[in-house]
């Protein structure tokens, strides 16, 4: 996990007391792992241990130890893959009111963010207090593990039409950071009009799959207040929103 300390150990049989071990990281070619206050070696036993403290996202990669004997070629081992997770946010919800609360269309966003790798899930569910419903899902937006050599970019994914047969029309979106390597993604779908969907109707957004966890995020939206109830206490999207596609547009203007 992101902030942990990972110990990569290299173990070898030499006969002779003159003898060195280096370690490198392999990129486009070697690199050699210098020493620092949170990268450093113990060797103890013809054992070598490469300590990498509070490991983050960059640090991901194959690394190994090359023997150099006196007198004698270097030789290599077989090479430890060092795979750094980063979990998922809490899923949080927004509600997203119209420019007239009355006759317009209200939204509700699902947004995750900050984790690696960008191998994801992210289902709405929904239920009624007042109706007896199936709980269907509503929509999966699957983010598929990257291709490992793959270069990181920001892209636009369309989600599935909602298996209800109501009027919602959900979409996927993730943004990848260039910088941090830390994927985002959140999806949308639009509310019914209030007057032809019943009230006490629970949405909960769920993320799960994610390597770095083992149980699902839950976070719900009951929707059974009437427009003027939820502009008196609501914390409007749309600043949120609209900070959030700026920083995308300069996160691609910064890439080109």
């Avoid at 947004?111 to 999966?140: C, E, M, R, V």
Wanted: glycine share 6%; proline share 7%.
């Amino acid at each position: 996990m992101r902030g942990e300390t990972a110990t990569l150990s290299c173990h070898f049989k030499v006969e002779s007391l003159k003898y060195g071990v280096q370690w490198f990281k392999m990129k486009s070619e070697k690199q050699l792992i210098p020493k620092s206050s949170r990268q450093f070696v113990v060797e103890k036993n013809q054992t070598s241990s490469l300590v990498i403290a509070e490991v983050t996202l960059e640090d991901s990669g194959w690394y190994y130890c090359e023997v150099n004997v006196l007198q004698k070629d270097p030789e290599w081992g077989n090479g430890t893959e060092l795979v750094v997770l980063a979990p998922p946010s809490a899923p949080q919800i927004y509600l997203q009111s119209p420019t007239d609360p009355h006759t317009g269309q209200w939204a509700l966003f699902c947004l995750t963010g900050g984790f690696h790798p960008s191998k994801l899930t992210l289902t709405w569910t929904y239920q009624s207090a007042g109706a007896i419903i199936d709980h269907l899902p509503l929509t999966n937006c699957t983010l598929p593990a990257p291709h490992p050599h793959a270069e990181l970019s920001e892209h636009l994914t369309d989600g599935p039409v909602l298996s209800s047969d109501r009027l919602w029309n959900p979409k996927c979106f993730q943004v990848t950071d260039n910088h941090s390597r830390e994927a985002y993604l959140f999806s949308m779908f639009l509310l019914p009009q209030k007057e032809s969907l019943e009230t006490g109707i629970t949405f909960t957004c769920s993320v799960q799959d994610h390597p770095a966890r083992t149980a699902a995020l839950t976070t719900s939206f009951t929707w059974d207040a009437s427009p003027n109830e939820l502009i008196g206490h609501l914390n409007i999207f749309k600043m949120c929103f609209l900070s959030a596609v700026t920083a995308i547009f300069l996160l691609e203007g910064n890439t080109n």
